[in-house]
């Protein structure tokens, strides 16, 4: 009760004011190289949490949580070969691997945003990757928890509405400078595929 209370709480919040926080779909000129001919947009919907493993969540009607993978991801990793989710009834704690996507031949670990038992995955993502390239806060969904105890705890911990948008402008310039440094004089979408290891690092690779 206490933890859906506290959610009740911060969405109205973010509900009051969403005549200044909008959905942002801010076109942004990535500082890559020297090609700056193609303008991205990464979306940030106001009524979910994100995690810094760019990974949100989002507490649905029936108490579960829905988990993805942000828009930022989606962006720079253009062509998925492969998304790998966790298994139904196998414990996830928040900020621990609970699913990877593979681009090429190299693999992202990404975290759980709040921790829970799977009850649910996204099977027909596994099944087609490009549901998280062109869909990845609806139909590119991961899995869904039952959450644990802990929610309200883990989800005060997150970034949502305008703090949310704040949060990813700031880590969109950061990997537009990493990427800079790798000399990858190509535009950010799909970046991945072509980006030396220090982009890789900034969402926290993991050996495969």
């Known amino acids: 009760m206490v933890t859906l209370v506290f959610v009740a709480v911060i969405l109205a919040a973010v509900a009051l004011d969403a005549w200044v926080i909008r959905p942002w779909t801010e076109k942004h000129r990535p500082r890559v190289g020297h090609s700056h001919d193609a303008p ?56 621990d691997r609970a699913m990877s996507i593979r681009v090429g031949g190299r693999g992202l670990a990404l975290a759980a945003p709040v921790s829970g038992t799977v009850a649910e995955i996204n099977a027909a993502l596994g099944k087609d990757p490009v549901r998280l390239r062109w869909r990845p806060y609806k139909e590119g969904w991961a899995f869904r928890v039952t ?55 900034f969402f926290g690779e993991r050996a495969t």
């Open 40 to 95: 991205i947009e990464i979306v940030v919907p106001r009524t979910l949490f994100f995690h810094p493993g760019h990974t949100w969540a989002r507490l649905d009607d029936d108490g579960k949580v829905t988990v993805g993978v942000d828009d930022l991801v989606r962006t720079v990793a253009g062509d998925l070969s492969a998304v790998e989710l966790p298994v139904v009834g196998n414990a996830v704690r928040a900020g």
């Open 147 to 201: 959450p644990g105890d802990g929610l309200a705890r883990e989800l005060a911990g997150l970034v949502i509405g305008r703090e949310a948008e704040r949060w990813m402008r700031s880590e969109l310039d950061r990997l537009a400078e990493l990427l800079d440094d790798d000399a990858a004089s190509r535009p950010l979408t799909g970046a991945l595929a072509h980006a030396g290891d220090r982009a890789w690092a």
